[in-house]
């Protein structure tokens, strides 16, 4: 089942880490889409190379083979390119010194050095049945260990139990045989000096029965051969740093530097679960919505990262240049959705006009306000909410608000129940019927000669002329709002009774 690799072919030259060119990876499952977790991930690996003239890798980790989606891969890398984080190599730009960088496309690479950590007593076969191994457990538990590990059975297999097995057409699984007693110590970049002791841990799977190699066994042997120099990750993946720094050791190669970045945790404290349907997770979501790209970028870089500055606000090109991983932060990161759509809404007030009528575009026109529309209509329907706007879907519900009637509710009612609102109403009336065109303009001037004719102003000249129209107390202004539903349409909604 294995082929066989000599000792000096897999035994690696130690490399001096100050010379050493930066290389990160950013490594996803393709068992689903970018989550706001995974693009922190992403953007703090392509940050921390870009600041320090190295390379950001994207490497597919499909060994999951019955959860893989179809469109995960090209949908992760689609909506990274889209954030600005864009990797130097992936599967979609190998470089031929590395690749190939989907796992499923290794297997012969992971094979031979599973065979080679067998040769030297680093590995063994395991023909433990799920069953029996189940059995095992229960009885641990039994006698009260907490945290139940593989028995050894079969570490001391003679050369004729294991042809046994085999004759019987069970295909084993390959586990490491752990150092007994052996501390495991690295200093990580955010949570400094971490120890971990091998008795606790026990000997785990480098190789499933099918050939598919574990994570930890893939990913070590993938970041060694990519010459990964530092690996930034979630803080999940901690418990999984002791498991592969054994391997580097067996191997005899040099151990990249580990950073395990905070958790990120919802408004009650608790982690963010993909399961949670109260907050949207996943950038093709909020791609969806109209959320710019860069402004989910900088909200996701205060998601851990403290900046030296008192700012909020940063571009990519900022961040780059700002980058510091000593400001990572150790404790958790609150996804704060409000914090998000203040950020959003920022960087939509500071489009450009060019830039913002495009941007409003794909979702300007679901709105069955805009179809009988011209252009400058259109152009100023849209201008109307650019300070209001946070997100571009958002528009379409601000335009129904703004020029659809809403029902009545007791402060609008309490507005046209004032005696002076029919005096208001009737005298604009009077005078909007003697127009023959309603601009910006127009529309001020009407009030100008209703307010002299009345003597009202303030709340009681506009508030009754909009609650009528609209139907809600407050909104866009009148003047802006008037020559888009039109002369006809007005007069027919003054002349409406609403009470």
């Given at each position: 089942?294995?082929?066989?690799?000599?000792?000096?072919?897999?035994?690696?030259?130690?490399?001096?880490?100050?010379?050493?060119?930066?290389?990160?990876?950013?490594?996803?499952?393709?068992?689903?889409?970018?989550?706001?977790?995974?693009?922190?991930s992403?953007?703090?690996?392509?940050?921390?190379?870009?600041?320090?003239?190295?390379?950001?890798?994207?490497?597919?980790?499909?060994?999951?083979v019955?959860?893989?989606?179809?469109?995960?891969?090209?949908?992760?890398?689609?909506?990274?390119i889209w954030?600005g984080?864009?990797?130097?190599?992936?599967?979609?730009?190998?470089?031929?010194?590395?690749a190939?960088?989907?796992?499923?496309?290794?297997?012969?690479?992971?094979?031979?050095?599973?065979q080679?950590?067998?040769?030297q007593?680093?590995?063994?076969?395991?023909?433990?049945?799920?069953?029996?191994l189940?059995?095992?457990?229960?009885?641990?538990?039994?006698?009260?260990?907490?945290?139940?590990?593989?028995?050894?059975?079969?570490?001391?297999?003679?050369?004729?139990?294991?042809?046994?097995?085999?004759?019987?057409?069970?295909?084993p699984?390959i586990?490491?045989?752990?150092?007994?007693h052996?501390?495991?110590?690295?200093?990580?970049?955010?949570?400094?000096?971490?120890?971990?002791?091998?008795?606790?841990i026990?000997?785990?799977?480098?190789?499933k029965?099918?050939?598919?190699?574990?994570?930890?066994?893939?990913?070590?042997?993938?970041?060694?051969?990519?010459?990964?120099?530092?690996?930034?990750?979630g803080?999940?993946?901690?418990?999984?740093?002791?498991?592969?720094?054994?391997?580097?050791?067996?191997?005899?190669?040099?151990?990249?530097?580990?950073?395990?970045m905070?958790?990120?945790?919802?408004?009650?404290?608790?982690?963010?679960?993909?399961?949670?349907?109260?907050?949207?997770?996943?950038?093709?979501?909020?791609?969806?919505?109209?959320?710019?790209?860069?402004?989910?970028?900088?909200?996701?870089?205060?998601?851990?990262?403290?900046?030296?500055?008192?700012?909020?606000?940063?571009?990519?090109?900022e961040?780059?240049?700002?980058?510091?991983?000593?400001?990572?932060?150790?404790?958790?990161?609150?996804?704060?959705v409000?914090?998000?759509?203040w950020?959003?809404?920022t960087?939509?007030?500071?489009?450009?006009?060019?830039?913002y009528?495009?941007?409003?575009?794909?979702?300007?026109?679901?709105?069955?306000?805009?179809?009988?529309?011209?252009e400058?209509?259109?152009?100023?329907?849209?201008?109307?909410?650019?300070e209001?706007?946070?997100?571009?879907?958002?528009?379409?519900?601000?335009?129904?608000?703004?020029?659809n009637?809403?029902?009545?509710?007791?402060?609008a009612?309490?507005?046209?129940?004032?005696?002076?609102?029919?005096?208001?109403?009737?005298?604009?009336?009077?005078?909007?019927?003697?127009?023959?065109?309603?601009?910006?303009?127009?529309?001020?001037?009407l009030?100008?000669?209703?307010?002299?004719?009345?003597?009202l102003?303030?709340?009681?000249?506009?508030?009754?002329?909009?609650?009528?129209?609209?139907?809600?107390?407050?909104?866009?202004?009148?003047?802006?709002?008037?020559?888009?539903?039109?002369k006809?349409?007005?007069?027919?909604?003054?002349?409406?009774?609403?009470?």
């Amino acid at each position: 089942m294995w082929s066989k690799m000599g000792t000096s072919s897999f035994i690696a030259l130690m490399f001096n880490m100050e010379k050493q060119p930066i290389r990160v990876r950013y490594a996803p499952s393709p068992t689903g889409f970018l989550h706001i977790g995974g693009a922190r991930s992403a953007l703090f690996n392509f940050l921390f190379a870009k600041h320090h003239g190295g390379t950001f890798i994207v490497r597919i980790e499909d060994t999951d083979v019955e959860r893989n989606v179809v469109g995960g891969e090209i949908s992760q890398i689609s909506d990274l390119i889209w954030l600005g984080i864009v990797p130097d190599e992936s599967p979609l730009k190998p470089n031929p010194a590395f690749a190939p960088y989907r796992q499923m496309e290794r297997l012969e690479t992971y094979h031979r050095y599973a065979q080679a950590l067998i040769n030297q007593g680093y590995a063994y076969p395991c023909y433990c049945t799920e069953e029996e191994l189940e059995k095992s457990r229960e009885e641990q538990m039994q006698r009260g260990i907490v945290a139940p590990q593989y028995n050894r059975r079969c570490l001391h297999l003679t050369p004729e139990q294991k042809a046994t097995f085999e004759k019987q057409g069970i295909k084993p699984t390959i586990r490491v045989k752990l150092e007994d007693h052996h501390q495991i110590q690295f200093h990580d970049m955010v949570r400094g000096d971490v120890t971990f002791n091998n008795d606790d841990i026990g000997d785990w799977v480098l190789v499933k029965s099918n050939g598919i190699p574990t994570y930890n066994f893939a990913v070590v042997i993938d970041d060694h051969l990519m010459q990964i120099t530092h690996v930034l990750r979630g803080e999940e993946h901690l418990s999984n740093t002791p498991k592969q720094i054994q391997l580097y050791q067996y191997f005899q190669w040099q151990i990249p530097l580990f950073g395990h970045m905070t958790l990120i945790i919802n408004e009650h404290g608790k982690k963010l679960s993909k399961r949670d349907q109260n907050v949207l997770q996943f950038i093709s979501q909020y791609r969806e919505q109209g959320y710019l790209a860069e402004a989910i970028t900088n909200f996701i870089l205060l998601l851990g990262w403290t900046p030296a500055e008192n700012k909020e606000i940063f571009t990519l090109e900022e961040a780059i240049r700002l980058f510091d991983e000593t400001r990572l932060s150790s404790s958790p990161s609150m996804f704060d959705v409000k914090k998000l759509t203040w950020i959003n809404s920022t960087y939509i007030k500071a489009m450009n006009q060019e830039t913002y009528l495009s941007f409003l575009d794909p979702f300007f026109v679901k709105s069955p306000w805009v179809v009988n529309l011209n252009e400058d209509k259109r152009k100023a329907l849209a201008l109307m909410f650019k300070e209001r706007l946070t997100h571009g879907k958002e528009i379409v519900s601000l335009i129904d608000q703004a020029f659809n009637e809403q029902p009545l509710l007791e402060e609008a009612i309490t507005v046209l129940k004032q005696p002076s609102a029919r005096i208001a109403l009737d005298a604009f009336i009077s005078h909007l019927e003697k127009l023959s065109t309603l601009s910006t303009d127009d529309v001020k001037t009407l009030f100008k000669s209703v307010q002299l004719e009345t003597g009202l102003k303030g709340k009681d000249l506009f508030m009754p002329i909009r609650v009528q129209i609209t139907g809600v107390l407050h909104g866009p202004e009148l003047a802006n709002v008037l020559p888009i539903l039109g002369k006809d349409e007005v007069l027919q909604r003054l002349r409406k009774v609403r009470l």
